[in-house]
């Protein structure tokens, strides 16, 4: 175990420098806090490195005998890589995933535009709850960030999430003829749909805009929930944890 006690130390500036989207893709790694987190993935993720805060030694003693590269930092060094308000004292840096070619064999799950990390962290953990096992992003926020992460509640290593353009997903949909669904306040109540054993993705549009233009052109139907006493709309996340379900 390495004890590290300055901010300045090299391996607390790489740690922090993940933080931030360009260095997480530079390195291919990202972080990990909690322990609740870290111990569900240790022996099934690769580790890169396990910071623990000083004081916390003994309390993760098991988890500090089941990784090789283990750094004990001070307080001010751990809070440098810290992205919680009330740290736990540990925090992984864990190995992306090897990018898979994308393929339609099931219905899957499309997020356009989605920004706010803490709907996409929910509706990541809502997808594999139900049982999607694939999740495309198109101009959505980095499913890797520190926020997703926790608020997928470690569902970003149990779905597969592919980065692509709208082209190549387009190119895929229409070699597999898979219908498209998306999530409009204009659509057909969901509840009513008549269920089909077709091919099909469901589109989870922008917090602020919904689904693009884009998709809207190329849409097999459209889909709601119905609002009652003037509500408009729901959160992106709950929004599409129900439709969700009820597919």
Do not use: W
């Not at 283990?70 to 060094?77: C, D, E, H, I, Q």
């Not at 920004?115 to 096992?133: F, K, L």
């Amino acid at each position: 175990m390495e004890i590290i006690s300055s901010v300045n130390n090299e391996k607390v500036k790489h740690a922090a420098s993940l933080c931030d989207k360009k260095f997480r893709k530079a390195s291919g790694t990202f972080l990990v806090e909690s322990y609740k987190l870290v111990s569900e993935i240790i022996g099934s993720q690769e580790i890169v490195g396990l910071f623990v805060q000083k004081g916390y030694e003994k309390k993760y003693e098991k988890l500090i005998s089941a990784c090789k590269n283990v750094y004990l930092l001070s307080k001010s060094a751990f809070s440098k890589i810290s992205d919680t308000v009330s740290s736990q004292g540990i925090i992984a840096e864990v190995k992306m995933k090897e990018k898979q070619k994308f393929e339609i064999k099931e219905p899957f799950v499309v997020l356009d535009g989605i920004s706010d990390p803490g709907n996409m962290g929910t509706i990541i953990r809502t997808a594999i709850a139900v049982g999607y096992n694939n999740i495309v992003l198109l101009d959505s926020t980095d499913p890797h960030s520190p926020k997703v992460v926790r608020s997928s509640a470690g569902g970003i290593f149990r779905v597969n999430i592919f980065e692509l353009s709208f082209e190549d997903l387009m190119s895929e949909i229409s070699r597999t003829k898979t219908q498209i669904y998306i999530a409009h306040m204009q659509g057909e109540n969901v509840f009513s749909l008549t269920k089909t054993n077709k091919l099909y993705c469901l589109v989870i549009g922008s917090e602020g805009q919904g689904v693009s233009e884009r998709f809207k052109s190329v849409a097999t139907k459209s889909i709601s929930l119905p609002m009652k006493n003037q509500m408009e709309s729901l959160n992106a996340g709950v929004s599409a944890s129900v439709i969700m379900y009820q597919l």
